[in-house]
């Protein structure tokens, strides 16, 4: 007989949390996503200060990247604090003003021209996450610096399936000359897991949606998916049998080479290992995989923000970038009747019309935002509140004003109130200071903790809560 109760009432709840989660999906019937449910989900997945604010729903935080700046007479709102009017740029999140903030005078200084001179949109995006001065190259030795989503990554992202999630709806990049002599790395990816190593994202939402959920129709997902990382593993295994075999017979410098090759399948093995311990809690969301990557752009980023919608609902990751266009990007809009290329718009050299069209499209980037937001909000979480409550989602692009290439006083936008920790419903003027100062105050809030600088922080941003 135990005398311990504290024991028993921990078995106890080790055994409630151990219940077939998909057992339970099937006793729903038609169910869209699983969300993240105080009964199937322990305190002891929760880190931080985020329990704290939220009882028994996850802090998400995420980061969506428009291109080329915006039009700053149609950005920023005339009067501060809580008595501010959305501006014409923000006109659709009219409805969700009070989930919000408007965050001015957030700087990215490291993007500016310097001795190393043009390559502006490359600087923008390379340092919009990192907060560093990325090195001009375009050839194999790209630095920058570890983002601040890989940063909360490294700490809280083995309390999901997914430690982190990278999106896009460009091209994807590692190497080749983009902007003046820099590499493409730096504008096609928002994501470094080190200074030289960025995370491609993903631009396939087919691909996507089954690496977060197996492929295959309702119903058959979960097995399907179980399949391929047992598939994935006995490749991993027989790779590592012949590669030790072969390390015996090897001179010393292929055998450095072969190590850091068996760095790289540990990782993937680690990754394995990682979803296998969540096996239980994978969703089959009632919905057909998408086709593939949609010809029209307008469907084509509203299925990646879907996807990130859904990862977020089933609590895959808690960490998310989404890169909606490269940093410097050309494309037309013909949906809304603009034939001239973005980036050239951009310098517009103060003519009325390109400023028009600009602004137009700031609009149309700014309409798929919010209706990813109104996803959200009407998506409840395991503690009665909606998703967007629970998290943190910065809007904005490494340009301010994409005429002269400036990169201080960004353009951004902060939606959700981080578990009720952020005061939303104002105009928040910071006052001149680096964007990575915010990004450490969001770091606290999403449980992070010992992080004390990021790129070029001078502190946490003061007056945020």
């Known amino acids: 007989m135990n005398m311990n109760p504290m024991l028993d009432r921990n078995v106890a709840a080790e055994r409630h949390y151990s219940l077939n989660r998909r057992r339970f999906l099937r006793g729903l019937g038609a169910c869209l996503a699983l969300p993240a449910l105080e009964s199937l989900a322990p305190a002891r997945l929760l880190a931080g200060e985020a329990a704290k604010a939220s009882a028994s729903a996850p802090v998400r935080m995420a980061f969506v990247y428009f291109p080329n700046g915006a039009i700053q007479n149609q950005w920023w709102p005339k009067d501060s604090g809580a008595e501010f009017?959305?501006?014409?740029s923000m006109q659709p999140l009219?409805?969700?003003?009070?989930?919000?903030?408007?965050?001015?005078?957030l700087d990215c200084e490291n993007a500016t021209p310097g001795p190393d001179g043009a390559g502006d949109h490359a600087r923008a995006s390379g340092s919009f996450l990192t907060g560093?001065?990325?090195r001009k190259t375009a050839g194999a030795d790209i630095h920058a610096g570890i983002s601040i989503d890989q940063v909360a990554a490294n700490q809280i992202g083995h309390l999901t399936r997914?430690?982190?999630l990278e999106l896009t709806c460009d091209a994807v990049r590692k190497s080749g000359s983009c902007d003046s002599g820099y590499s493409c790395a730096y504008q096609y990816n928002l994501a470094w897991k080190s200074p030289n190593q960025p995370v491609a994202p993903e631009p396939n939402p087919r691909l996507f949606f089954e690496r977060l959920f197996g492929s295959g129709a309702p119903g058959e997902r979960i097995q399907d998916l179980k399949r391929r990382q047992e598939q994935q593993r006995s490749i991993l295994d027989f790779v590592l049998d012949d590669a030790r075999s072969l390390n015996r017979n090897l001179p010393s410098r292929d055998r450095a080479k072969l190590d850091e090759y068996l760095?790289?399948?540990r990782e993937i093995e680690k990754r394995i290992e990682n979803a296998e311990r969540f096996a239980d809690a994978v969703a089959d969301p009632a919905m057909q995989t998408p086709a593939g990557i949609p010809a029209d752009f307008e469907a084509?980023?509203?299925v990646m923000f879907d996807m990130m919608a859904l990862a977020f609902q089933t609590d895959s990751t808690r960490i998310a970038t989404f890169l909606m266009a490269n940093e410097g990007s050309n494309r037309a809009f013909p949906e809304i009747g603009i034939s001239e290329g973005h980036h050239y718009l951009t310098h517009h050299r103060n003519k009325d019309e390109m400023i028009g069209k600009v602004a137009e499209i700031d609009l149309w980037y700014m309409q798929r935002f919010a209706k990813f937001l109104r996803k959200l909000d009407q998506a409840k979480d395991a503690d009665g509140t909606s998703i967007l409550h629970n998290s943190m989602i910065v809007y904005g692009s490494g340009n301010s004003d994409g005429n002269r290439h400036t990169h201080v006083n960004l353009p951004i936008v902060l939606a959700g109130s981080g578990g009720g920790t952020l005061k939303t419903g104002r105009f928040f003027k910071a006052g001149g200071v680096p964007i990575t100062n915010l990004y450490l105050s969001m770091l606290d809030r999403l449980g992070v903790t010992g992080v004390e600088r990021h790129g070029d922080s001078t502190g946490k941003l003061q007056g945020l809560s």
């Open 85 to 88: 009017d959305l501006a014409p």
């Open 94 to 105: 009219s409805g969700l003003k009070h989930k919000l903030q408007v965050m001015s005078g």
């Open 132 to 134: 560093v001065r990325v």
């Open 162 to 164: 997914f430690p982190s």
């Open 263 to 265: 760095g790289s399948v």
């Open 300 to 302: 084509y980023i509203e």
